[in-house]
């Protein structure tokens, strides 16, 4: 099998699962019991919060464990937009967001009577500042804009967005569950109010999540039920998950720079045998601001389930968008926002790659691309002449 789909999940690091292991097993005590069982796993708890908050340039109380990125993005835009509503009811989120942010977004504007503007993108996949700038309102209170998009891997001008937001007296709030560990990150002096972070997509275990929310800003509740957290995320904590996450970042850092640019020479190398042999595909997105592992492309005439299935048959896992549309192979929501006709968005596959993949692999890969193409491209021509002939 040749995996190449590293933005839906990644597995579990050595270093991670080693950590993991002994509160699995020995300090499987609650969190939250003062005895020794329980102290023994709320170390493990604080000593995770704080090689994480050392890892982001944070400050431990400003991280809140949470089950995934899905919930760490509901509790920033759901917690903060109602928190602060008495400051202004006008929203405003990109409108190639995650579904775990556009959702929310959507949910508040329909079901408790918030404004949202859903800012657009241009052709690459990016945000204009300019358009931001025109679209904050006196009655702004929250901006939600993804640091790197989880479909094409295109970046967005954050630090511009940041300051625009700074200026104006608006919260920003950033998911970025696909950017940590390909990307500098370091929260503390960044300007951001909030940002959001998975484990599973950086070799730590799924069923832990990150909510970085700056000192001083207070955010509602969007679960009842326990004061953990320092009340603002109740239920008992996932122990084992969470000190997984933790020995995950810092092996997913160990070697950030050089690990990125293997990687986009690999994606490189894909594309070019890809173009090669279906000269009538596309990339999508922006290719200069980009994240390093990320290729996402559009295979003209094709449909993106006809080739993900011959992939699969092949042995080669890859999607066609967000691995959060379950089952679902469908135009994406990205791709027509950045104004991708329908029929080219239907027609796209991503390919993700990580730090296990090999040359050898990326070199079978688009061996197995060009097969594909190859049969495609002869049945084509098959049915062709037999048109022709019944004409």
Known sequence: MIYLDYNATTPLCAPALEAMAPFLREHYGNPSSVHAAGREARAGVDDARDRLAELLGAKPHELIFTSSGTESNNLAVLGLARAHAHRGRHLICASTE????????????????????????????????????????????????????????????????????????????????????????????????????????????KGAGLLYLRAGLPVEAIQFGGAHENQRRPGTENVPAIVGMAAAAEWALRDRPGEQKRQSGLRDRLWDRIEESFPAVTQNGDTTNRLANTLN???????????????????????????????????????????????????????????????????????????????????????????????
């Open 98 to 205: 995650h579904h775990a942010v556009l959702h929310a977004f959507e949910h508040l504007e329909k079901r408790e009577g918030f404004d949202v503007t859903f800012l657009p993108v241009d052709e690459r996949g990016r945000i204009d500042p300019g358009e931001l700038e025109r679209a904050i309102r006196n009655d702004t209170t929250l901006v939600s804009i993804m640091t790197a998009n989880n479909e094409t891997g295109v970046l967005q001008p954050m630090e511009e967005l940041v300051n625009l937001c700074s200026e104006r007296g608006v919260l920003l709030h950033s998911d970025m569950v696909q950017s940590f560990g390909k990307v500098e990150t370091r929260l503390g002096k960044s300007g951001l109010a909030a940002a959001s972070f998975a484990a599973h997509k950086f070799h730590g275990p």
């Open 297 to 391: 492309v559009s295979f003209a005439g094709l449909s993106s389930e006809t080739i993900l299935m011959a992939l699969d048959l092949e042995g080669v896992c890859a999607s066609s968008g967000s691995a959060c549309m379950v089952g679902s192979v469908v135009a994406s929501h990205v791709l027509l926002a950045m104004g991708l006709p329908a029929p080219l968005a239907s027609s796209a596959v991503r390919f993700s790659l990580g730090q296990e993949t090999t040359a050898e692999e990326i070199g079978r890969a688009g061996d197995i691309v060009a097969r594909i193409m190859d049969r495609v491209s002869s049945a084509e021509t098959n049915a062709s002449k037999a048109a022709y002939a019944v004409i």
